[in-house]
Nanobody
Framework: QVQLVESGGGSVQSGEPLSLSCAVSGDTTSNYCIAWFRQAPGKEREGVAGIINDGSTTYADSVKGRFTISQDNAKNTVSLRMNSLKPEDTAMYYC?????????????????????WGQGTQVTVSS
């Protein structure tokens, strides 16, 4: 069983950076997709960025050029570096993973494709 634990959320001013980290533990496999989702109050959860075992990445249009997802296999962590944050980035951020099978069209970041979720970490950006 795999566990995901997020850390690094907080409150920042518009334009400032922030990094999130997702610690992965348990029975992981060589095939996986790990992604960051976010949910703002009153809105649906949306995929922000994802990475698969070969290092390929995908991003939502709203964060392209500002956010970077990366993995550290030695530390079993997946990080999300967020630059030039905007008030509209304010949300609860979740780390999600699917392990052991390939997700067709994984780059579309569909919530239902991910079976393991962290508890979330809050990001608040003030103007």
């Amino acid at each position: 069983q795999v566990q995901l634990v997020e850390s690094g959320g907080g409150s920042v001013q518009s334009g400032e950076p922030l990094s999130l980290s997702c610690a992965v533990s348990g029975d992981t496999t060589s095939n996986y997709c790990i992604a960051w989702f976010r949910q703002a109050p009153g809105k649906e959860r949306e995929g922000v960025a994802g990475i698969i075992n070969d290092g390929s990445t995908t991003y939502a249009d709203s964060v392209k050029g500002r956010f970077t997802i990366s993995q550290d296999n030695a530390k079993n962590t997946v990080s999300l570096r967020m630059n030039s944050l905007k008030p509209e980035d304010t949300a609860m951020y979740y780390c999600a993973g699917q392990f052991g099978k390939v997700i067709p069209a994984w780059w579309t970041l569909i919530e239902a494709d991910f079976g393991t979720w962290g508890q979330g970490t809050q990001v608040t950006v003030s103007s």
